[in-house]
């Protein structure tokens, strides 16, 4: 992970280093560490530190929420491999632009232990 990355910070603007950035009470927005504190001190000395933490928390995903199926391809001009949603719809390579996708089905689990298991392949 690079923590050079800057990010605007959705309260002030400013541009600030991915690792001084915490999510705002919504839990929706980055804010700096100045906009943090600032919004702490604002909700009263009476919180404790546990309090603070506990609205801080990034939001859990419902468990309703399904992951979308995710489709391989592979660029056959420039060899690029890269993955989209099956809802996605390709049309050309994000890397070199050109329109000769397929899906890759040479990778994953399934594939090599069908291959590993198939007769052919018996020294016996």
């Known amino acids: 992970m690079d923590d050079n990355l800057l990010i605007v910070c959705r309260s002030c603007g400013r541009k600030v280093l991915m690792h001084n950035m915490r999510t705002d ?3 929706e927005n980055m ?6 504190k600032r919004n702490s001190s604002l ?11 506990a609205e801080h928390k990034p939001p859990v995903k419902k468990t309703s ?12 001009s ?4 890269f993955s989209r949603k099956s809802t996605q719809e390709v049309s050309k390579c994000p890397y070199c632009g050109k329109t000769n996708i397929v899906v890759d089905k ?4 399934d594939k090599l232990l069908n291959e590993a298991m198939d007769k052919r392949f018996e020294t016996w």
């Open 25 to 27: 009470s919504s839990g």
């Open 31 to 36: 804010i700096c560490v100045d906009c943090y």
């Open 43 to 53: 909700k009263g000395a009476t919180a404790s530190v546990s309090e603070i933490a």
């Open 65 to 76: 929420e399904k992951t979308e199926k995710m489709v391989r391809y592979i660029c056959t």
């Open 78 to 81: 420039c060899h690029y491999k």
């Open 106 to 109: 040479s990778l994953g689990a």
